[in-house]
C-alpha cells in the first residue's frame, strides 16, 4: 500500500487558483495511476481526475474540463492538481488516490483505487 499525504488545500475566492499536491511514499509511485476525487458535503464522492502510471494519459471529468490540470512527477514522488477559475461548486473535500491497476481499467469511474489520503478541505466563495 502506497501512503498519501495531500496539501495545499484552503479558502479562496471565485475565479482564483489552487494547486493541490500530493506526497506519496512506500512503494514505487510509477507503478501507480493516481486521481484526485472530491466529495461535497451530502453528495457522493466523484472522480476528478486521473493520471497514467507515465503520465501521458489523463482523464477528468466534464465540469473541470478546461480548468483543471493533473500532472506527475515520478521523480518526486508527487502528484497535482492545478485548479484554474473555481467556482463555488467546486468547494469540497479532495481526496488523492493512487490504483494498482492501468490506466484504461479505472477510468472513468474511479474503480479500484486502493490508497487513500486524508483528504484536504478546498472551499470557495462567491
Known amino acids: 500500500q502506497v501512503l498519501l499525504v495531500e496539501s495545499g488545500g484552503g479558502l479562496v475566492q471565485a475565479g482564483d487558483s489552487l494547486r493541490l499536491s500530493c506526497a506519496a511514499s512506500g512503494r514505487t509511485f510509477s507503478d501507480y495511476t493516481m486521481g484526485w476525487f472530491r466529495q461535497a458535503p451530502g453528495k457522493e464522492r466523484e472522480s476528478v481526475a486521473i493520471?497514467?502510471?507515465?503520465?501521458?494519459?489523463?482523464y477528468y471529468t466534464d465540469s473541470v474540463k478546461g480548468r483543471f490540470t493533473i500532472s506527475r512527477d515520478n521523480a518526486k514522488n508527487t502528484v497535482y492538481l492545478q485548479m484554474n477559475s473555481l467556482k463555488p461548486e467546486d468547494t469540497a473535500v479532495y481526496y488523492c488516490?493512487?490504483?494498482?491497476?492501468?490506466?484504461?481499467?479505472?477510468?472513468?469511474?474511479?474503480?479500484?483505487?486502493?490508497?487513500w489520503g486524508q483528504g484536504t478541505q478546498v472551499t470557495v466563495s462567491s
Open positions: 493520471i497514467s502510471r507515465s503520465g501521458s494519459s489523463t
Open positions: 488516490a493512487a490504483s494498482a491497476s492501468n490506466f484504461r481499467t479505472v477510468v472513468p469511474g474511479g474503480r479500484n483505487f486502493g490508497s
